[in-house]
């Protein structure tokens, strides 16, 4: 095609723009790499063009997910390179002490809360072992959740909640987090009177639906979110205070915005990017976000999207058949 860079000289390719990409539905499907994929960063990499992986996923360390995609893709992929949706978190550290984390199986996201620098982190499991069977009769705690449960001091306020990853116990959570947002101060087993005194609240991500290897989309974080609002609401007869982080969410293409230009400064570049270009599946938080922060998007067909032309609601700039064809297509196609 005109577009292919097999034949295109380096001194052609632009050097002042970098790429964020969408790790689910667009490097892999179900754990295994989309071999455009592979094909895509290693270009990347042969020829110095920064690039992200911009993912709403999570639930592990940016160290731990960077060796498991590196194993997956066949690329070398560096810690710095993974903004998850809970990366931004980390900012968070000198305003929050005492925070429950939710979501994730075993201790991966407290591990995870922990090297990100917070203080005291209590876990759902921890406070269920604490408080007892009637906390929330529902969820049954294996031998391996009880060796995995730490002790805290459960009379101390918590001052935040962060889910990081979609809940695994999702009943004990939503019960949880009902809990903190109608307690007193953040107390646990409290009821405050306004029910509008709970700890500050947030959600990695707001992703409805999300693709595997499974026919049809899966119900993602942005469920638990919806169920908590409306929840909360039910009880309260008030909206929730709570923060989405993650695609479509400017704080995400913020962050991600400054590692590239960090990128860009360690290769002793002088001005800051001229353009960063988004390939994602999901027109709802990729290509939106893309959209509204200034990004260039770019929709593939390789998983949420399925539809013939581009997105109705929230239409990329273009659409491709593969994270490959998309790159291909950016280097051609700089502002
Ligand atoms: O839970 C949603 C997550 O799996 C989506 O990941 O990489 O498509 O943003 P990603
Ligand atoms: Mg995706």
């Known amino acids: 095609s005109i ?29 295994r790499a989309i071999k455009e994929g592979t094909r895509a960063l290693q270009f990347l990499k042969d020829n110095k063009i920064p690039f992200i992986l911009l993912t709403n996923g999570g639930g592990v360390h940016e160290s731990v997910r960077a060796k498991l995609l590196s194993t997956t893709m066949q690329v070398d992929l560096k810690e710095k390179q993974f903004c998850q949706s809970h990366t931004p978190f980390r900012t968070l550290t000198n305003k929050y002490k005492n925070v429950l984390v939710m979501g994730g199986f075993g201790n991966k996201v407290r591990e995870t809360a922990e090297a990100y620098g917070f203080e005291k982190v209590i876990t759902d499991v921890d406070v269920l072992a604490k408080r007892g069977i009637p906390f929330w009769p529902f969820t049954y705690l294996t031998e391996k959740d009880l060796v995995s449960a730490q002790d805290f001091d459960d009379t101390r306020p918590i001052d935040a909640v962060f889910t990081y990853v979609d809940p695994v116990n999702f009943g004990l959570d939503l019960q949880l987090l009902m809990e ?32 595997n290897e499974y026919n049809v989309p899966r119900l993602g974080q942005g469920a638990f979110g919806i169920c908590c609002e409306n929840v909360y609401r039910a009880l309260s007869g008030k909206a929730l205070k709570c923060t989405y982080y993650g695609k479509p969410h400017s704080v995400t293409y913020k962050y991600a915005t400054n590692v590239l230009n960090d990128f860009r400064r360690e290769m002793n570049a002088t001005t800051p990017l001229r353009e960063i270009f988004m390939v994602g599946d999901n027109p709802a938080s990729d290509i939106r976000g893309a959209n509204s922060f200034g990004w260039t998007s770019i929709l593939v067909r390789t998983g949420v999207f399925q ?13 491709s058949a593969n994270v490959w064809e998309a790159v291909q297509w950016a280097l051609t196609h700089t502002h």
């Open 307 to 319: 539809g013939k032309e581009n997105s109705e609601q929230y239409p990329a700039k273009h659409v």
């Open 180 to 211: 903190l947002a109608c307690s007193k101060n953040g107390v646990l087993g409290t009821q405050s009177p306004t029910m509008t005194e709970g700890p500050d609240i947030y959600f990695s991500n707001a992703d409805l639906i999300w693709p």
């Open 3 to 31: 577009f292919s860079i097999r034949n295109f000289s380096k001194a052609a390719l632009p050097n002042d723009v970098a790429f964020a990409f969408d790790i689910d539905g667009v490097l892999i499907r179900g754990g």
